[in-house]
């Protein structure tokens, strides 16, 4: 490493003696630093010293194996029973039955039962609240918090996330229910007051059923979606898209709840835009807000802020975090109790609670075939929340999560739910973290969180029918400030990666416009849209080659690469197919200056012109023939005779070889495949050749299949690496004496 000394000593002039030396320029310290870097990770080099080697001769070498499964002989061995395969399929249909009998008291039993009791304490006020979200009375959210719980328990993989209800969910099963049963349907006449009024009791059992039904649909689509081994279906749903979509959603929880904190009743609204609608319903309203709601949702929602942040700061300190939304509910249904906050001042209540549980009932069939879209939306929306928050934990603690055993849990939980009057369920990630803040570590937790649920299902329910729905609004509020932080990823995503800003943002947008089902699937095209777009504009580049190296970089982005003479390579950042293939062949056009169209075009009317000439010379050939037959004196007809000349050597600025690397393509469609074989026709006839390299397998399989090759074309214009295409084609060019080849010999 050079010291500070040397660097200076070959500076042009000294430096007088009581004086600093001059500041070093920003470049120069770069510089050295890039030195002094470079001298301190020295790596070692190698040699290797082979033939050039196409893939006709690799696979040669190799042994290229061609037995391939028959699609018969791949069913009859996944149709192959044994007494192992059955016992592994069974343990892994039933997860249950492999852990629970290893499960150790000794390390996870305290664990578990204070995990399962805080979590149990929390699913009370956030299955209430939540089944307002749903349209639904409340108890129906307690039903959700322990029917599907216990199914999730025996089907479930995952040991950490917390089943049950979820906002997101809630609010989209909440616009199923409210746009098929609407108040409109249910209004009937009041003698007494001589005015027309909702019909409460027959508008929420209507409700119910239509809950039922669609989450029984998800959850048989979500069997389905399983059976079939299509858990992969959740890597559509990317990362920016799940949490523009939630943040999306979250807004409309909160507009959705705005009825209960101001006390007003606005008209539901649906369809396309019906957010914006609400919106400037609830702000015409807004002068006949119930002061008495307005004050309950304020200081509850104070209230639990404060206590929320004392939790947060008190952490470390506490063993178990303090039951905020319990004691909130509990001491807001004491007050409303004692103050009679119901008839003084007309604030609204939860009302009649029944104790005890629902006996199952089949969904209304009638009904399936008006929530099927919806419940395909719930399905993979719960899916995608479940499985991301799942596979968290699983990394964090070292075990696996079954992304299609997941499926079918979540379709179990919601297709027996649904036969329980619940609504859909996917895990929550405020409860998830509870439960494993507070020792959880199997899903026993969860079950003893149900347990907790049942308890207050049939003993204690009853007493909080004086609870405030706008407590429960301010309970919502309050738990969808971790997705209103969410706003922060576009400033992130605006550093990062730019496209993924968009889709955010896209997915924010579109999920507030077309509510959750409809802005779901937009999303989800406008994310498709984005990789389509990404494909079809690539970065098309030349490639040189580091000097004395086998490796090629685009030529734009160093300046120290040295160009092979006389050969052109080029790439693409993307796979070929046929969206981008005929901007492949323009970009390689451009790249190496040469427009084969042109070429082509001339080379055929020079071919033509010296045909009709050769057509013109043979008679004029014949008619002297026939003179000369006649006895006519013979003339010298050489110099009648138009000679035209074609260029026996190509133009010397164009390339004499081009290789095509296409490393980056991972298949090829019958388009792009047409194209490659154009280009090396094209380009052949004007004698420059084309080779390919860096191909896949899967690529080498794809030209296989599509044609490429033939009788003059074989496996010997494809090569493994660009470095050996480079040398082929230096090798194919020694009989020109003016160039000068320069390579890396292996």
């Given at each position: 490493?050079?010291?500070?000394?040397?660097?200076?000593?070959?500076s042009?002039?000294?430096?007088?003696?009581?004086?600093?030396?001059p500041?070093?320029?920003?470049?120069?310290?770069?510089?050295?630093?890039q030195?002094?870097?470079?001298?301190e990770?020295?790596?070692?080099?190698?040699s290797?010293?082979?033939e050039?080697?196409?893939?006709?001769?690799?696979?040669?070498?190799?042994?290229?194996?061609?037995?391939k499964s028959s699609?018969?002989?791949?069913?009859?061995?996944?149709?192959?029973?044994s007494?192992p395969r059955l016992?592994?399929c069974?343990?892994?249909?039933?997860p249950?039955?492999?852990?629970?009998?290893?499960?150790?008291?000794?390390d996870?039993?305290?664990g578990?039962?204070i995990?399962?009791?805080?979590?149990?304490?929390?699913?009370?006020?956030?299955?209430?609240?939540?089944?307002?979200?749903?349209?639904?009375?409340?108890?129906f959210g307690?039903y959700?918090?322990?029917?599907?719980?216990?199914?999730?328990?025996?089907?479930?993989?995952?040991?950490h996330?917390?089943?049950?209800?979820?906002a997101?969910?809630?609010v989209m099963?909440?616009?199923?229910?409210?746009?098929?049963?609407?108040?409109?349907?249910f209004?009937?006449w009041d003698?007494v007051?001589?005015?027309?009024?909702?019909?409460?009791?027959?508008?929420?059992?209507?409700?119910?059923?239509?809950?039922?039904?669609?989450?029984?649909?998800s959850?048989?689509?979500?069997?389905?979606?399983?059976?079939?081994?299509?858990?992969?279906v959740v890597t559509?749903?990317?990362?920016p898209?799940v949490?523009?979509?939630?943040t999306?959603a979250?807004?409309?929880?909160i507009?959705?709840?705005?009825?209960?904190?101001?006390?007003?009743?606005?008209?539901?609204?649906?369809?396309?835009l019906?957010?914006?609608?609400?919106?400037l319903?609830?702000?015409?309203?807004?002068?006949?807000?119930?002061?008495?709601?307005?004050?309950?949702?304020?200081?509850?929602?104070?209230?639990?802020?404060?206590?929320?942040?004392?939790?947060?700061?008190?952490?470390?300190?506490?063993?178990?975090?303090?039951?905020?939304?319990?004691?909130?509910?509990?001491?807001?249904?004491v007050?409303s109790?004692?103050?009679?906050?119901?008839?003084?001042?007309?604030v609204?209540?939860?009302?009649?609670i029944p104790?005890?549980?629902q006996p199952?009932?089949?969904?209304?069939?009638s009904l399936f075939?008006q929530?099927?879209?919806d419940?395909?939306?719930?399905?993979?929306?719960?899916?995608?929340?479940?499985i991301s928050?799942?596979?968290?934990?699983?990394?964090?603690?070292?075990?696996?999560?079954?992304s299609n055993?997941?499926?079918?849990?979540?379709?179990l939980s919601?297709?027996?739910?649904g036969?329980?009057?619940?609504f859909?369920?996917?895990?929550?990630?405020s409860?998830?973290?509870?439960?494993?803040s507070?020792?959880?570590?199997?899903?026993?937790?969860?079950?003893?969180?149900?347990?907790v649920?049942?308890?207050?299902t049939?003993?204690?329910?009853t007493?909080?029918e004086?609870?405030?729905?706008?407590?429960?609004?301010?309970?919502?509020?309050?738990n969808?400030?971790?997705?209103?932080?969410?706003?922060m990823?576009?400033r992130?995503?605006w550093?990062s990666n730019?496209?993924?800003?968009?889709?955010?943002?896209?997915?924010?947008?579109?999920?507030?416009l077309?509510?959750?089902?409809?802005?779901?699937?937009?999303?989800?095209?406008?994310?498709?849209?984005?990789?389509?777009?990404?494909?079809?504009?690539?970065?098309?580049?030349?490639l040189?080659?580091?000097?004395?190296?086998d490796?090629?970089r685009?030529?734009?982005d160093?300046?120290?690469?040295?160009?092979?003479?006389?050969?052109?390579?080029?790439?693409?950042?993307?796979?070929l197919?046929?969206?981008?293939a005929?901007m492949?062949?323009?970009?390689?056009?451009?790249k190496?200056?040469?427009d084969?169209?042109?070429?082509l075009?001339?080379k055929?009317?020079?071919?033509?012109?010296?045909?009709r000439?050769?057509?013109?010379n043979?008679?004029k050939?014949?008619?002297?023939?026939?003179a000369?037959?006649?006895g006519?004196?013979?003339r010298?007809?050489q110099?009648?005779?138009?000679?035209?000349?074609?260029?026996?050597?190509?133009?010397?600025?164009?390339?004499?070889?081009?290789?095509?690397?296409?490393s980056p393509?991972n298949?090829l469609?019958?388009?792009?495949v047409?194209?490659?074989?154009?280009i090396?026709?094209?380009?052949?006839?004007?004698?420059?050749e084309?080779?390919?390299?860096?191909?896949?397998?899967?690529?080498i399989?794809?030209?296989?299949?599509a044609?490429?090759?033939?009788?003059?074309?074989?496996?010997?214009?494809?090569?493994?690496?660009?470095h050996?295409?480079?040398?082929?084609?230096?090798s194919a060019q020694?009989?020109?004496?003016?160039?000068d080849?320069?390579?890396?010999h292996?």
């Amino acid at each position: 490493m050079l010291s500070n000394e040397n660097v200076s000593g070959h500076s042009s002039g000294a430096t007088p003696q009581g004086q600093s030396p001059p500041p070093a320029t920003e470049r120069q310290r770069r510089r050295r630093g890039q030195v002094e870097a470079m001298e301190e990770r020295r790596r070692p080099g190698y040699s290797v010293h082979r033939e050039v080697l196409d893939e006709e001769a690799v696979d040669e070498i190799a042994k290229k194996s061609d037995s391939k499964s028959s699609l018969r002989e791949k069913l009859k061995k996944s149709m192959r029973c044994s007494g192992p395969r059955l016992k592994s399929c069974l343990l892994g249909s039933v997860p249950v039955l492999s852990w629970l009998p290893r499960y150790s008291l000794r390390d996870n039993c305290l664990g578990d039962l204070i995990s399962g009791i805080s979590v149990g304490i929390m699913q009370l006020p956030q299955g209430m609240a939540y089944a307002l979200l749903a349209s639904v009375p409340a108890v129906f959210g307690l039903y959700s918090s322990f029917y599907p719980v216990l199914v999730y328990f025996i089907f479930g993989t995952s040991k950490h996330i917390s089943l049950g209800t979820f906002a997101v969910l809630s609010v989209m099963v909440g616009g199923v229910t409210e746009r098929l049963a609407p108040d409109s349907n249910f209004m009937i006449w009041d003698n007494v007051t001589n005015a027309s009024e909702v019909d409460v009791v027959a508008r929420d059992a209507e409700r119910v059923k239509v809950a039922a039904a669609v989450t029984f649909v998800s959850g048989l689509f979500q069997i389905l979606l399983g059976l079939v081994q299509f858990g992969f279906v959740v890597t559509y749903l990317s990362e920016p898209l799940v949490r523009g979509y939630t943040t999306g959603a979250a807004i409309h929880v909160i507009v959705s709840q705005l009825k209960y904190t101001f006390g007003i009743r606005p008209v539901r609204h649906s369809g396309p835009l019906s957010l914006i609608y609400t919106v400037l319903e609830i702000c015409y309203l807004l002068p006949k807000t119930n002061i008495g709601s307005l004050v309950v949702s304020i200081v509850a929602i104070i209230c639990l802020i404060l206590v929320k942040e004392l939790n947060a700061y008190l952490s470390k300190k506490l063993p178990v975090p303090i039951p905020v939304e319990l004691l909130g509910i509990v001491i807001a249904t004491v007050i409303s109790w004692q103050v009679n906050l119901k008839d003084k001042y007309g604030v609204d209540v939860v009302g009649l609670i029944p104790s005890g549980l629902q006996p199952p009932v089949l969904p209304d069939a009638s009904l399936f075939g008006q929530v099927i879209g919806d419940a395909f939306a719930l399905a993979v929306v719960g899916y995608g929340i479940a499985i991301s928050l799942g596979r968290i934990f699983a990394l964090k603690y070292g075990y696996k999560v079954d992304s299609n055993q997941e499926l079918i849990a979540l379709g179990l939980s919601n297709s027996i739910g649904g036969v329980f009057q619940c609504f859909a369920i996917s895990c929550s990630m405020s409860r998830s973290m509870v439960q494993e803040s507070t020792g959880g570590k199997t899903q026993v937790a969860g079950a003893l969180s149900a347990v907790v649920i049942l308890f207050i299902t049939l003993w204690i329910g009853t007493l909080f029918e004086d609870l405030p729905k706008a407590v429960l609004a301010a309970i919502i509020y309050v738990n969808l400030q971790g997705m209103m932080k969410q706003f922060m990823d576009i400033r992130v995503l605006w550093r990062s990666n730019k496209v993924d800003m968009l889709i955010w943002v896209a997915t924010f947008i579109l999920t507030l416009l077309l509510n959750p089902d409809l802005g779901l699937a937009a999303a989800i095209g406008f994310s498709m849209l984005t990789v389509i777009f990404r494909t079809q504009l690539p970065k098309y580049s030349k490639l040189g080659q580091v000097p004395d190296t086998d490796i090629y970089r685009p030529l734009e982005d160093y300046d120290e690469l040295k160009q092979v003479p006389g050969i052109l390579i080029f790439r693409s950042s993307a796979t070929l197919y046929f969206a981008n293939a005929e901007m492949y062949q323009e970009a390689l056009g451009e790249k190496s200056g040469i427009d084969i169209t042109k070429l082509l075009s001339a080379k055929k009317k020079l071919e033509a012109k010296r045909k009709r000439h050769e057509k013109k010379n043979a008679k004029k050939a014949a008619k002297r023939s026939a003179a000369n037959l006649e006895g006519g004196p013979e003339r010298d007809g050489q110099n009648e005779i138009a000679i035209i000349e074609m260029d026996a050597e190509p133009d010397p600025s164009l390339p004499r070889a081009i290789i095509l690397d296409l490393s980056p393509v991972n298949f090829l469609d019958t388009v792009a495949v047409k194209t490659l074989r154009s280009i090396r026709r094209d380009y052949g006839e004007v004698c420059i050749e084309v080779v390919l390299a860096g191909c896949s397998s899967g690529v080498i399989d794809n030209l296989q299949t599509a044609g490429f090759f033939n009788d003059k074309v074989t496996k010997s214009c494809l090569f493994s690496t660009v470095h050996d295409a480079v040398l082929h084609c230096q090798s194919a060019q020694k009989h020109s004496p003016h160039e000068d080849y320069n390579a890396t010999h292996f």
